[in-house]
């Protein structure tokens, strides 16, 4: 047994939607400061995974650490120390991208400069007055990456985190999700190579159960191929 | 409290923007009144008669706010947003109930005058107090039951039929109450005040489903 506990630890994780199994005895550990890279075909169970481990889903059978707790009974302990960042953005369109940011400045109890901070580093200045159902996809995400790193989480969870995001925007918003972010981060992508560059685990999903989970320079491109056959 | 407080702000502000259920709900009680005005065909009402198509009015009219209450929520992600930060989950049943519960007193400012000069012939004067009161111990039901019905309505497709479905039913104590305070309040013999008895049943329904509500509530939220 490794001195310091993994960040994240789950072991046979089994999650079910009524009658349909999405993730199967599912099992990896994910050291602090590491960065897991989820693969796998369209409804492989990427993000079901991620929502089980942001504490939005429960498991329904196997042992779920994040950051030490046990989930989902001490999942009000992690809640405030892990950043999620899902398909949708959580965010309101009818507020402001600073009214949204706010807004979720005072349920994390972060203080409100942090909201001016982030809109500075992610280019968002101009438009921070702007209702968000008036910007782009690409802005949006923007603006969700700064919603789910407000609070200085210790964990991110990133599903898809560089989708309509233009290459310039991705440059920005690395010191909040990139490696620079120093944070123990898992996240999901259809891009392997970029998921690979960026990872130093890769737990790869097919039909919901790990086909293998190894370090990232040990993945081979015929183990990649078979996960999207 | 603090917390309940901040989505509460979120809530007004965002209804300020939208405009989507306050103007809905106004609208609604106003036209109805329009309707009973002509569909009963008298030039005006009083008593039981009056309390009966008032309470049932904004009864009704408080169900669309119910319908919308968490719909914003539903499909802009605010449920997971509010579900991933370390705050008290019984603080967005505070903060919903309150919403609705502002929602149906901006709606009986506007109703109450709209139905005095279309429907009622007492003066509403001297009641006006006693109606005041009897309408909040209302609108607390209201608030308090329909956010509860209104989070388990919003996980389900054909949440416009479940809320009035499940709601009805259990606010028709409270709505007895109601109409049986206002009736002396709005007969020409007005009293000035209702029966202390519908204020207790009232008070205390209101009670009961605060409780009940903070207990349940929790495991709504659940997946």
Redesign the interface.
Do not use: K, Q, W
């Given at each position: 047994m490794s001195a310091v506990a993994p960040a994240i630890e789950v072991r046979g994780l089994t999650r079910r939607f009524g009658e349909r199994t999405v993730l199967r005895e599912v099992s990896v550990a994910v050291p602090r400061g590491a960065t897991l890279a989820v693969l796998g075909r369209n409804g492989a169970g990427k993000s079901t995974l991620l929502r089980v481990l942001?504490?939005?889903?429960?498991p329904h059978a196997g042992e779920v650490t994040v950051l030490g707790e046990s989930l989902p009974s001490r999942g009000?302990a992690v809640?405030?120390r892990?950043g999620?960042l899902?398909h949708?953005?959580?965010?309101?369109?009818?507020?402001t991208p600073r009214?949204n940011l706010r807004?979720?400045a005072?349920?994390?109890r972060v203080p409100l400069t942090r909201v001016d901070e982030l809109l500075e580093i992610a280019g968002m200045r101009l438009r921070a007055d702007d209702?968000v159902r008036t910007l782009s996809q690409g802005m949006v995400q923007r603006l969700a990456v700064c919603?789910a790193t407000l609070h200085h989480p210790q964990v991110l969870l990133l599903d898809e985190p560089r989708a309509n995001l233009d290459p310039g925007a991705g440059d920005l918003l690395e010191p909040l999700i990139g490696r620079r972010s120093e944070t123990t981060r898992v996240l999901t992508s259809h891009d392997p190579a970029a998921a690979l560059r960026e990872a130093d685990l890769v737990l790869g999903l097919y039909d919901g159960r790990a086909a293998f989970c190894s370090q990232a320079d040990q993945v081979g491109a015929s183990e990649l191929e078979a996960l999207y056959r | 409290m603090r917390t309940a407080l901040i989505v509460l702000r979120k809530d007004i502000l965002l209804e300020l923007r939208t405009f989507e259920t306050l103007p809905a709900m106004i609208l609604f009680a106003v036209s109805t009144f329009v309707v009973f005005h002509f569909a009963l065909n008298r030039s005006s009402i009083g008593g039981q008669l009056a309390a009966g198509v008032l309470t049932a009015t904004v009864l009704f009219a408080g169900l669309l706010g119910v319908n919308r209450l968490f719909v914003a929520d539903r499909e802009q992600g605010g449920f997971d947003a509010f579900m991933l930060a370390p705050v008290d989950r019984s603080a967005l049943l505070l903060a919903k109930a309150s919403a609705l519960f502002i929602f149906l007193a901006v709606l009986e400012v506007v109703a109450l005058p709209a139905f005095a000069l279309l429907l009622l012939g007492p003066s509403l004067g001297p009641a006006l107090g006693g109606l005041i009161v009897l309408l909040a111990l209302a609108d607390v039901a209201v608030a308090v039951i329909g956010t509860l019905v209104s989070a388990i309505a919003v996980h389900t497709r054909a949440r416009d039929l479940i809320a009035p479905i499940i709601a009805l039913p259990l606010l028709i104590p409270a709505l007895i109450a109601t109409a049986e305070g206002a009736g002396p309040l709005l007969s020409a013999h007005a009293h000035r005040f209702p029966e202390g008895r519908w204020l207790a049943i009232l008070a205390l329904y209101d009670l009961v489903f605060a409780l009940l509500a903070h207990a349940v509530f929790d495991f709504l939220l659940e997946d």
């Open positions: 942001a504490t939005l889903l429960s009000f809640r405030g892990v999620y899902g949708d953005p959580l965010l309101y369109r009818d507020l009214e807004y979720h005072r349920l994390h209702p919603r | -």
